[in-house]
């Protein structure tokens, strides 16, 4: 049977219940988590634990009524597990970051609630019968017509349904010079995967009588007040991929994902996937807009800054055992992790515990979709005897392969910010702990 990885940071195990386990005293515990415990024979159902012996308020009361709650919540003993912004990291909350716990989730689709975060000046509630989309061209010969939308317009009009990931540019950007978080959730939480609902942009384009010729880029320019623009190519517009987006996981887009419009743009940065969508203008090159300059370049080892990298390639994590987690017994666990490329479908994930030196193929957790998140999972066996250093490694369809911290800053040097894909590594420690380091 598998044995307990203490949780991180969200942990629901007390500290008492943890030096149990620690001291061999599992029986203690056996109610609770039955199916997480090593070496609990069938027997200690039989011995006196209370948790089975006398029933519990749940079993013999009346339980709340239906729609106690009209919008459901999570239980009240999963509160930990939450966004979380990183101290220090900016100097106001409305310019700023809120993490995804990848730690705490399963498969591969992120809650609407949980959904990482990256606003460069607030986030809004906006009252969808008051907002519209523009569409127009950079020179009156663009489009034979401009136009604007209402969102019931787009919600009126034939929709796509699908299931991409999320990243900003700068996740592990943090980590580019060397270890700088503990968990997974700072290191890599700047990612999402959510199944979107909404109309190709394509089709708004078409109805507006795009001249598919001359057009080669659009600008996609948001509400909130920092008039977030991008560039956006049109050879991704035109295969229907890039969608508007009202929908989010079966319902409306939440406020602070970009309600009541958005862009989605699969496999691209995230903040290509302009929030708050008010404008697209057809045009024949490069806007260079401020957030295209100053920021979400690469800084290159030479010193020069690279443009127009938005293409999330291939990478992968291990969420669990991860950093800031403890093993509490030895035995049997299970890697888990998520491998995600913006070039198209995971191929493979490889696994190491011994920092690179041997690797072993991961099974992939269907369902195994195109610029969507891809759970991998591989069993291990913790003795205890000696320090491991896991590690994955992903490969995606187009044959591209997640390279190491050694590989990307030959290129790139150690003082980049963006587009950090370097194989990660958590060491586990004889005592169990696990830490966040590099190889």
């Known amino acids: 049977m598998p044995s307990m990885i203490q949780s991180a940071p969200e942990g629901f195990l007390s500290q008492a219940d943890i030096a149990a386990v620690q001291k061999g005293r599992r029986g203690l515990l056996v109610g609770a988590f039955a199916s997480a415990l090593a070496g609990v ?25 239906v729609a106690t709650n009209p919008y459901g919540v999570p239980s009240l003993y999963e509160k930990n597990l939450q966004r979380r912004q990183s101290p220090g990291l900016t100097q106001v909350t409305q310019a700023s970051v809120s993490f995804c716990p990848l730690q705490g989730l399963f498969g591969i689709i992120t809650p609407s609630g949980l959904h990482f975060e990256r606003h460069h000046q ?14 127009n061209g950079a020179a009156d010969s663009m489009l034979k017509k401009d136009m604007v939308f209402t969102v019931d317009e787009i919600m009126r009009l034939p929709s796509i349904t699908r299931t991409h990931f999320l990243e900003c540019g700068a996740n592990t950007g943090m980590e580019w010079g060397n270890a700088a978080v503990p968990t997974v959730q700072y290191t890599h939480g700047m990612l999402s995967c959510t199944e979107f609902t909404g109309v190709p942009l394509r089709l708004l384009l078409d109805m507006c009588g795009a001249d598919w010729k001359r057009g080669k880029f659009v600008l996609a320019e948001g509400a909130d007040g920092s008039s977030m623009t991008r560039t956006i190519p049109v050879a991704l517009i035109q295969d229907d991929e890039v969608l ?71 990478k992968s994590v291990i969420t669990s055992p991860s ?58 066996h913790w003795s205890g005897d000696e320090p491991l250093f896991i590690m994955s490694r992903a490969v995606d369809e187009t044959g591209h392969i997640q390279p190491t ?32 380091v590099q190889l």
């Open 41 to 65: 024979s069938s027997n200690s159902f039989a011995q006196g634990d209370p948790n089975i012996l006398e029933l519990p308020a749940h079993s013999k009361g009346l339980g709340q009524g």
């Open 122 to 135: 607030g986030w809004w509630d906006i009252d969808p019968s008051k907002h519209r989309l523009m569409i």
């Open 323 to 380: 950093g800031g987690q403890k093993l509490l017994a030895k035995g049997q666990h299970n890697i888990t992790g998520v491998a995600w490329s913006g070039r198209g479908k995971i191929k493979r994930v490889d696994v190491s515990i011994d920092g690179g030196r041997n690797w072993r193929e991961a099974r992939l957790q269907t369902p195994v979709m195109s610029k969507c998140l891809t759970r991998f999972q591989l069993p291990l």
């Open 405 to 436: 911290y050694a590989e990307n800053r030959a290129v790139r040097g150690s003082r980049s910010i963006y587009h950090n894909n370097s194989i990660h590594t958590w060491m586990i420690e004889r005592s169990g702990e696990v830490k966040n």
């Open 244 to 314: 508007v987006a009202y929908g989010q996981n079966g319902e409306m887009l939440r406020p602070e994902n970009g309600y009541p419009l958005r862009l989605v743009v699969p496999g691209v940065q995230g903040v290509s996937w302009v929030k708050y969508l008010r404008r697209i203008e057809l045009g024949d090159m490069p806007y260079a807009t401020k957030d295209e300059v100053l920021g979400y370049t690469d800084l290159m080892k030479d010193g020069q800054h690279r443009q127009y990298t938005s293409i999330q390639e291939v």
